[in-house]
Nanobody, 122 residues
């Protein structure tokens, strides 16, 4: 049974940093794409960043490019999202997802975590 478990969310001030973690288990993720999405209140879930399991390729939404970094630790079966220079508009529930396709839409991912809340106060 595939499980994605996020952690690391919290309440921070604008300009602060947070690192989200997503522990993956239940299957081999070699060849898979791991991604982070987020959903703010009243808004649709949106793509944030993606990485292939080997870590050789990454993709970022324009809104986070230069501030967020996605990475993998294959030994720990974990995906990270380092978030720097946080803004109030980054406030959302952040979800980890895994899928077999390199896409930016959420329906392209078959496995999802439960989400972790990130709140940035201005």
């Amino acid at each position: 049974q595939v499980q994605l478990v996020e952690s690391g969310g919290g309440l921070v001030q604008a300009g602060d940093s947070l690192r989200l973690s997503c522990a993956a288990s239940g299957r081999t993720f070699r060849g898979y794409v791991l991604a982070w999405f987020r959903q703010a209140p009243g808004k649709e879930r949106e793509f944030v960043a993606a990485i292939n399991w080997s870590g050789g390729s990454t993709d970022y939404a324009d809104s986070v490019k230069g501030r967020f970094t996605i990475s993998t630790d294959k030994a720990k079966n974990t995906v990270y999202l380092q978030m720097n220079s946080l803004k109030a508009e980054d406030t959302a529930v952040y979800y980890c997802a895994a899928g077999a396709r390199w896409v930016r839409y959420d329906s392209g991912y078959g496995y999802w975590g439960q989400g972790t809340q990130v709140t940035v106060s201005s």
